[in-house]
């Protein structure tokens, strides 16, 4: 357990409402990204921070954006959710210093944009 | 481009071995993960591979060919709740983890 929590674990909303995921941790890892899982993909990487303030894109990053104001909280928001956002979306840290550091995943947020 | 490819299912009975592949092919490597993953829940670390050879833990152990771009996971002594999807991760140079879609598991008695 890397003491990462995500809340809300599930959500349902509308086409074009915002949307923020939360993603808690609780022993001041530098490192923090969040991934989406969609069947016949693999985990894509959405953002990541490596400090606070400090954020990069990942692979797919249009439609998202982050916020890191604390170490222990990384936010990711859909600004105007769509469809194609249905997802199950991950957070994860990297329990040592260095960013190639093994990544422990949070359990998880269930997203269904109608 | 990146590509990971794993097989997408794979079954096997209770007590047997099985052998998973993964074959990359990325811009640069900086290590090679292995992670389960049970239905509904976060994946888990399994393993870590960054040299060539064999790693092993337990009844699971990991191996990697960085010339042929490929690692494999063998399990041993399945057991039922072995039956997970198993996904292969590799360190690219740009310091990012490239997932394959993983392999799902099924283990019958």
């Known amino acids: 357990d890397a003491g990462i929590t995500q809340s809300p674990r599930h959500k349902v909303t509308e086409t074009g409402t915002p949307v923020t995921l939360r993603c808690h941790q609780t022993e001041n890892h530098r490192y923090m990204y969040w991934y989406r899982q969609d069947p016949g993909h693999g985990l894509r990487l959405i953002h990541y921070s490596y400090g606070v303030k400090d954020t990069d894109k990942g692979e797919v990053s249009d439609g998202y954006s982050v916020s890191r104001s604390k170490t222990e909280d990384f936010l990711l928001t859909l600004e105007s959710a769509t469809s194609s956002q249905t997802s199950v979306y991950f957070c994860?840290?990297?329990?040592?210093?260095?960013?190639?550091?093994?990544?422990?995943f949070g359990p998880g947020t269930r997203l269904t944009v109608l | 481009g990146q590509n990971i490819d794993q097989p997408t299912e794979m079954t096997a009975t209770e007590g047997a071995i099985v052998q998973i592949n993964c074959t990359y092919q990325?811009?640069?490597?900086?290590?090679l993960f292995w992670y389960q993953q049970h239905a509904g829940e976060a994946p888990t670390f399994l393993s870590y591979?960054?040299?060539?050879g064999l790693e092993e833990k337990g009844r699971f152990s990991s191996f990697l060919s960085r010339s042929k771009g490929y690692s494999y996971l063998l399990l041993k002594e399945l057991q039922m709740k072995d039956s997970a999807s198993y996904l292969c991760a590799v360190w690219d140079n740009t310091d990012k983890l490239i997932f394959g879609t993983g392999t799902r598991l099924q283990v019958f008695p």
């Open positions: 591979n960054v040299l060539d």
């Open positions: 990325t811009s640069g490597f900086n290590g």
């Open positions: 994860a840290i990297s329990l040592g210093t260095d960013s190639t550091d093994t990544q422990y």
